[in-house]
T-cell receptor, first 110, second 116 residues
Framework: SQQGEEDPQALSIQEGENATMNCSYK?????LQWYRQNSGRGLVHLIL?????REKHSGRLRVTLDTSKKSSSLLITASRAADTASYFC??????????FGQGTRLTINP | EAGVAQSPRYKIIEKRQSVAFWCNPI?????LYWYQQILGQGPKLLIQ????????DSQLPKDRFSAERLKGVDSTLKIQPAKLEDSAVYLC??????????????FGPGTRLLVL
């Protein structure tokens, strides 16, 4: 079963704006990861945040994690057309398994 | 460094036929995963290998799906017989060690299967 639920399911913004996606999950986790999937392609790992971390940055990406609310957010700043993709959160349960959410489809309009 | 390779990229079959997918992970990666991704959903883990042993196959429909990873390198996933609901993208991924808190999974481009 899929644990993570992304919100919104779809998001359309203008180039240059910021995009925020949220992920909620149900059980305790070791870490939470965000992946990007361009149309018709495999997934690419973006960032990993551990359960004892609250915020992490990587370039234009900022991820927050609130374990008390079992939620995470991904912020993409100064969006570009190339950011158009589906974004998935995945929770690491136990030592091995990644469970993916259903994803947010992000469209950046020029 | 070469990425995860998968073939074929596309496959169209009729229901009740059989089909096989192939995956070559990144060199040196001990752990290999097969995921099923139905349109509009996130990937669902079907089976996970460490070297040539199965770590998790709890979501693999074993009455019709089988997978093997001979010699701990390449892997094949087979469906026999296929059903309409098997139409999906089948993704292969690999990671360096047994997945843990620090592990990143590297995905191949996937095989898009359409069952008619």
């Amino acid at each position: 079963s899929q644990q993570g639920e992304e919100d919104p399911q779809a998001l359309s913004i203008q180039e240059g704006e910021n995009a925020t996606m949220n992920c909620s999950y149900k059980t305790s986790i070791n870490n939470l990861q965000w992946y990007r999937q361009n149309s018709g392609r495999g997934l690419v790992h973006l960032i990993l945040i551990r359960s004892n971390e609250r915020e992490k940055h990587s370039g234009r990406l900022r991820v927050t994690l609130d374990t008390s609310k079992k939620s995470s957010s991904l912020l993409i700043t100064a969006s570009r057309a190339a950011d158009t993709a589906s974004y998935f959160c995945a929770t690491a349960q136990g030592a091995q398994k990644l469970v993916f959410g259903q994803g947010t489809r992000l469209t950046i309009n020029p | 460094e070469a990425g995860v390779a998968q073939s074929p990229r596309y496959k169209i079959i009729e229901k009740r036929q059989s089909v096989a997918f192939w995956c070559n992970p990144i060199s040196g990666h001990a752990t290999l995963y097969w995921y099923q991704q139905i349109l509009g959903q996130g990937p669902k883990l079907l089976i996970q290998f460490q070297n040539n042993g199965v770590v998790d196959d709890s979501q693999l429909p074993k009455d019709r799906f089988s997978a093997e990873r001979l010699k701990g390198v390449d892997s094949t996933l087979k469906i026999q017989p296929a059903k309409l609901e098997d139409s999906a993208v089948y993704l292969c991924a690999s990671s360096f060690r047994l997945a843990g808190p620090q592990e990143t999974q590297y995905f191949g481009p996937g095989t898009r299967l359409l069952v008619l």
